[in-house]
């Protein structure tokens, strides 16, 4: 079956760095996608990693590496409004998207 | 209004009850989709609708009937509801193309509640 992992919940400092993973098994690989979804509201989007490597963006970059079946999101100078959940999909062979069940990410003072 | 529009945001319904989720997108789309959220789950794909057309039904329960009587407006029936289907229904919508670049903008959601 396909099957995408990440950490249910993650706790961080404000102005700290942190590191989202997400490994993924799907049918083929059409890229991997970020969101950020705050509570009560609608999910965002962030990135879309195709090729291996890293993208950045502003604070956030986001790492692919299709040949181990693992992306993150790294998530630099945390502020508090970083706290939200962060959601992995991945796009598989039939361009069906694979969710994860999303990364709770807590940030403190 | 921008973006994509659901209403109502919250909706208590017994299992009886015959009511509808309304989904509105303001950016050209070309495709709509309804997913169901539960916590700690995996968004569920449940209709997908491409050019006014569905593509996709995930093995849906038959309580659960989506409409799209245009490329900006997409509805969820509910009607005789179990009270595990309380959930979070999001809609979104995106411009398809060849690239597989699928960019998803989401509405808000439905938190539904079935009693």
């Known amino acids: 079956g396909q099957n995408i992992d990440q950490p249910t919940e993650m706790t961080a400092t404000e102005g700290a760095i942190v590191q989202i993973n997400c490994t993924y098994q799907?049918?083929?690989?059409?890229?991997l996608f970020w969101y950020q979804q705050h509570a009560g509201e609608a999910p965002t989007f962030l990135s879309y990693?195709?090729l291996d490597g890293l993208e950045e963006k502003g604070r956030f970059s986001s790492f692919l590496s299709r040949s181990k079946g693992y992306s993150y999101l790294l998530l630099k100078e945390l502020q508090m409004k970083d706290s939200a959940s962060y959601l992995c999909?991945?796009?598989?062979?039939?361009?069906?998207?694979?969710w994860g069940a999303g990364t709770k990410l807590i940030i403190k003072p | 209004e921008t973006g994509v529009t659901q209403t109502p945001r919250h909706l208590v319904m017994g299992m009886t009850n015959k009511k509808s989720l309304k989904c509105e997108q303001h950016l050209g789309h070309n495709a709509m989709y309804w997913y169901k959220q539960s916590a700690k789950k995996p968004l569920e794909l449940m209709f997908v609708y491409s050019l006014e057309e569905r593509v996709e039904n995930n093995s849906v329960p038959s309580r659960f009937s989506p409409e799209c009587p245009n490329s900006s407006h997409l509805f969820l029936h509910l009607h005789t509801l179990q009270p595990e289907d309380s959930a979070l229904y999001l809609c979104?919508?995106?411009?398809?193309?060849?690239?597989?670049?699928?960019?998803?903008?989401f509405g808000a959601g439905s938190r539904l509640t079935v009693l």
């Open positions: 990693n195709v």
């Open positions: 979104a919508s995106s411009q398809e193309s060849v690239s597989g670049a699928n960019v998803l903008t």
């Open positions: 999909a991945v796009m598989d062979s039939n361009y069906q998207l694979i």
């Open positions: 799907t049918s083929g690989f059409n890229g």
